[in-house]
């Protein structure tokens, strides 16, 4: 019965992972999809971690903890890397070419 719930789990997970990274593809703005793709990172943590225990499968933990890694340091970069300025330029190109 557990194992079902968890297979269920995953299968829900796998779906959100899919919406994800939907967003980060359409977008509509460059936070938007920032946050889309860190949403799909945690999704992707989570949904390997349960994997790892329905498989038993230890090496899956790593893949795990090294998209965690990816994911905190993907966000580290964007945040660092683009000034608030910038992104104030940035979404606002982005909202005037969405109305034409």
Known sequence: MIDLLLWTAATLLMFLLSLGLWRVVKGPKLTDRMLAAQLAGSTGVALVA???????????????????????????????????????????????????
């Not at 933990?61 to 990816?70: C, H, I, M, T, Y």
């Not at 660092?80 to 034409?100: A, G, I, V, Y």
């Open 50 to 100: 349960l994997l790892a225990w329905l498989m038993n499968n230890n090496a899956l933990l790593d893949v795990a903890l090294l998209l965690a890694l990816l994911a905190a340091i993907s966000g580290i970069a964007f945040a660092k890397l683009l000034r608030p300025e910038q992104l104030r330029k940035l979404n606002q190109s982005e909202t005037n070419h969405d109305h034409h």
